[in-house]
């Protein structure tokens, strides 16, 4: 026990086959050493996951001071103009910038990540117009509610470019937020392309590795979930030609901001 408390996890005690209080003393202590060992590894590829996650959300990040700095001056430039739909879509574009430049922590309010994905929305409707059709219906016990960050701006992202931008007639998404019970529910869904049985099976399944599609950045997603909620889970619903739905539960364990 000494040995354990210095930090020697391979410490054992010899056991026999006898059935007495030592004998059944030492077989619990050895397994309850083996199995705080197992739990250290299972806690540093955890911890090792997280910290390959945030790097790669690091890289993926634009630096966007210099874009920043240049969209508000071309802000300034459309106000004097008096090009009114020309300075909103400058300053959507530019907070969407500055969330990126703020966003380095794991977790956000559902509030603020709401307000990328309307910002992202209002430009891709100024791009397709009516093509792009949207609803965004959060419950207001959910707003403050603290979710992964960039949670739902990349899978917007995946239903106008890969679910709706290539149909003639365009299509509809809704973002969602509820809660049943403890749990807090997220969902994306929109009426584009859909996917391939194959591939639905594989995200849910947690073996997709493709490097196009909808599946880079869901898969990301599906990966951040499992590894910051003990509970969560992210499904995904999808068929050709008829649209798909992402869902995402999780316990908010830190509760309200």
Same mark, same amino acid.
């Given at each position: 026990?000494?040995?354990?408390?210095?930090?020697?996890?391979?410490?054992?005690?010899?056991?026999?086959?006898?059935?007495?209080?030592?004998?059944?003393?030492?077989?619990?202590?050895?397994?309850?050493?083996?199995?705080?060992?197992?739990?250290?590894?299972?806690?540093?590829?955890?911890?090792?996951?997280?910290?390959?996650?945030?790097?790669?959300?690091?890289?993926?990040?634009?630096?966007?001071?210099?874009?920043?700095?240049?969209?508000?001056?071309?802000?300034?430039?459309?106000?004097?103009?008096?090009?009114?739909?020309?300075?909103?879509?400058?300053?959507?574009?530019?907070?969407?910038?500055?969330?990126? *430049?703020?966003?380095?922590?794991?977790?956000?309010?559902?509030?603020? $990540? &709401?307000? =990328?994905?309307? #910002?992202?929305? +209002? *430009?891709?409707?100024?791009?397709?117009?009516?093509?792009?059709?949207? $609803? &965004?219906? =959060?419950?207001? #016990?959910?707003? +403050?509610?603290?979710?992964?960050?960039?949670?739902?701006?990349?899978?917007? $992202?995946?239903? =106008?470019?890969?679910?709706?931008?290539?149909?003639?007639?365009?299509?509809?998404?809704?973002?969602?937020?509820?809660?049943?019970?403890?749990?807090?529910?997220?969902?994306?869904?929109?009426?584009?392309?859909?996917?391939?049985?194959?591939?639905?099976?594989?995200?849910?399944?947690?073996?997709?590795?493709?490097?196009?599609?909808?599946?880079?950045?869901?898969?990301?997603?599906?990966?951040?979930?499992?590894?910051?909620?003990?509970?969560?889970?992210?499904?995904?619903?999808?068929?050709?030609?008829?649209?798909?739905?992402?869902?995402?539960?999780?316990?908010?364990?830190?509760?309200?901001?």
């Amino acid at each position: 026990m000494q040995q354990v408390m210095a930090g020697n996890l391979n410490a054992e005690i010899a056991t026999t086959d006898s059935k007495d209080e030592i004998s059944s003393l030492s077989r619990t202590f050895n397994n309850m050493v083996t199995e705080i060992g197992h739990l250290i590894e299972e806690i540093q590829v955890t911890q090792k996951r997280e910290s390959e996650l945030r790097f790669e959300m690091l890289l993926a990040q634009i630096n966007p001071h210099f874009l920043f700095n240049t969209l508000n001056m071309i802000s300034c430039m459309a106000q004097l103009e008096e090009a009114d739909t020309t300075d909103k879509m400058i300053l959507a574009m530019s907070r969407l910038f500055q969330y990126t *430049l703020k966003s380095s922590e794991s977790t956000a309010p559902l509030s603020n $990540e &709401i307000a =990328v994905v309307k #910002d992202y929305l +209002y *430009l891709q409707k100024m791009r397709f117009g009516e093509r792009v059709q949207y $609803e &965004i219906d =959060v419950e207001d #016990d959910t707003e +403050y509610r603290m979710v992964p960050s960039f949670i739902l701006q990349p899978l917007v $992202e995946n239903a =106008v470019i890969h679910g709706i931008s290539g149909q003639a007639s365009g299509g509809f998404i809704r973002v969602r937020s509820w809660t049943e019970g403890k749990k807090l529910w997220l969902s994306v869904e929109d009426t584009g392309a859909g996917m391939e049985p194959e591939q639905v099976e594989q995200l849910n399944s947690g073996k997709w590795k493709g490097k196009s599609g909808h599946g880079v950045g869901l898969g990301n997603i599906i990966k951040r979930v499992r590894i910051m909620y003990q509970d969560g889970q992210v499904i995904v619903r999808s068929e050709k030609k008829k649209g798909t739905c992402i869902t995402i539960e999780f316990t908010d364990t830190k509760g309200e901001i």
